[in-house]
C-alpha cells in the first residue's frame, strides 16, 4: 500500500482514494504504463490509518523534500481532520524544517464536510492548490461530474475565496485539454477577481 511516495522531488502522500468527482481528464482512469500515476500502486486496499501515515512519512528524510503535498487518487479534505493531525505532528517534531505544505484539492471540503473548514488551515497548510478547470457552473458539471452537481462550482469558488484569508498562497490550476485562449483569459479573470493564482497544466495523456 503506497502511502507516501516521492514526484520530482516532492513527498507526495495518498491517504484516501474517495472522490467526490468522476473528472473526464483524470489520471485515475489511465491505464498502468510505469508511471506512479497510472499505475495500480496509488489505488489503497484500505485508507491507512493516521499512525500509519505518521510512521510511512518518518520512514523518510522528510526535511529532504522540497514540498509536501496531500494528493494521491483521491480527494484528500475528506480526510481534513487527519490530514491536519499529521501536519500537526511533523510540525511539532520538525519544527521549521518542516518543508511547505500542500494541498491539492477540488475545493469542495466545505461541501463534503458540511463546515467551514478554512479557518482550521491557518499556519499548518502553506499552499492550496484547487482544481478550477472550468469559467461556468455548466461546463463544470459536465468535466468534472461532481455528485453535488451545479452546487460543487460555487462552492469550490467561495472556497478559494476565503481560504485566502487563512492561507499564503492559493493556486487555480486548469488543464489545458480542449482550453480556447479565450477560455484561459476568462479562467485568469476568475482568479484576478477572487485574488489568487492561476497555472496552466499541460494535460498527461494516460
Not at 31 to 58: C, H, M, N, V
Not at 160 to 174: I, K, M, N, P, Q
Amino acid at each position: 500500500m503506497t502511502i507516501t511516495y516521492e514526484y520530482e522531488g516532492a513527498l507526495y502522500v495518498n491517504l484516501t482514494n474517495k472522490c467526490n468527482c468522476a473528472c473526464t481528464f483524470c489520471l485515475r482512469q489511465g491505464k498502468a504504463e510505469g508511471s506512479i500515476y497510472t499505475e495500480d500502486s496509488l489505488w489503497l486496499e484500505r485508507e491507512p490509518t493516521r499512525q500509519e501515515a505518521l510512521d510511512s512519512f518518518l520512514s523518510r528524510d522528510v526535511c529532504a523534500y522540497r514540498e509536501i503535498v496531500f494528493c494521491g487518487y483521491g480527494e484528500p479534505t475528506y480526510r481534513i481532520d487527519d490530514l491536519l493531525w499529521l501536519v500537526d505532528r511533523l510540525k511539532e517534531r520538525f519544527g521549521d524544517r518542516l518543508p511547505p505544505v500542500r494541498i491539492n484539492t477540488n475545493g469542495h471540503a466545505n461541501l463534503i464536510h458540511g463546515r467551514d473548514v478554512c479557518p482550521e488551515l491557518k499556519n499548518r497548510i502553506d499552499t492550496l492548490s484547487i482544481s478550477l478547470n472550468a469559467t461556468s457552473a455548466a461546463e463544470y458539471v459536465a468535466l468534472c461530474r461532481p455528485a453535488q452537481g451545479v452546487a460543487a462550482y460555487q462552492a469550490m469558488l467561495d472556497f478559494a475565496g476565503e481560504a485566502r484569508d487563512y492561507v499564503s498562497r492559493v493556486v487555480f490550476t486548469v488543464v489545458d485539454k480542449d482550453k480556447t485562449p479565450q477560455e484561459l483569459d476568462r479562467c485568469r479573470e476568475i482568479a484576478r477577481k477572487l485574488g489568487v493564482e492561476l497555472r496552466i497544466r499541460s494535460f498527461i495523456d494516460s
